[in-house]
């Protein structure tokens, strides 16, 4: 992620954009969200990827959170796309997701309070204003973080029904 955002060439060639996908440049799919526009976008994602892989780790899931990252990045991209974004760059969309995969973990009662945090949270940017740009003007694409949501939503439901299905056959044994 440092490196795409050293050095603007790869960033170019990294960037998720609509039209370069649609000519082929399927990689961009992946590659957009290891892209930021500035300093403080790059600091901000790296703090949230570090919280997630920490809290992963804590909760031994550490390659279920890596298959949710892989696996609806490009989702993610693509539905973006449908919205009708030009361009995206940035993690917050897939650690918005995340962040909803690991609370979904947690005792129902601190799983409930966790999404109802980020729920008002996603309200508060998407109605009331709050923090709606990166500091140099470049607007915050709001579709990312209640996207990326959802897919955490139905990547931690099909975690929870994969979990309970497998409890079940190990007590049926």
Avoid: C
């Amino acid at each position: 992620m440092v490196l795409a955002w050293a050095m603007p060439g790869l960033q170019a060639a990294l960037i998720l954009e609509r039209e370069a996908v649609q000519g082929g440049q399927l990689w961009r799919l992946w590659s957009g969200h290891l892209v930021h526009v500035n300093g403080a976008h790059l600091a901000m994602n790296l703090l949230g990827a570090a919280i997630v892989a920490v809290w992963s780790w804590r909760q031994r899931m550490p390659w279920e959170m890596l298959a949710f990252l892989a696996l609806t990045a490009p989702v993610l991209g693509m539905l973006l796309m449908a919205t009708g974004a030009t361009w995206y760059a940035g993690l917050s969309g897939l650690l918005h997701g995340a962040f909803v995969v690991l609370v979904m973990r947690l005792p129902m009662r601190y799983a409930v309070i966790g999404l109802l945090v980020l729920l008002a949270k996603l309200a508060w940017q998407q109605w009331w204003g709050g923090h709606q740009e990166l500091g140099d003007g470049t607007p915050i694409l709001l579709a990312s973080h209640w996207l990326g949501a959802m897919l955490g939503l139905v990547f931690g439901v099909v975690l929870a029904v994969n979990s309970r299905s497998a409890m079940a056959a190990n007590t049926r044994n």
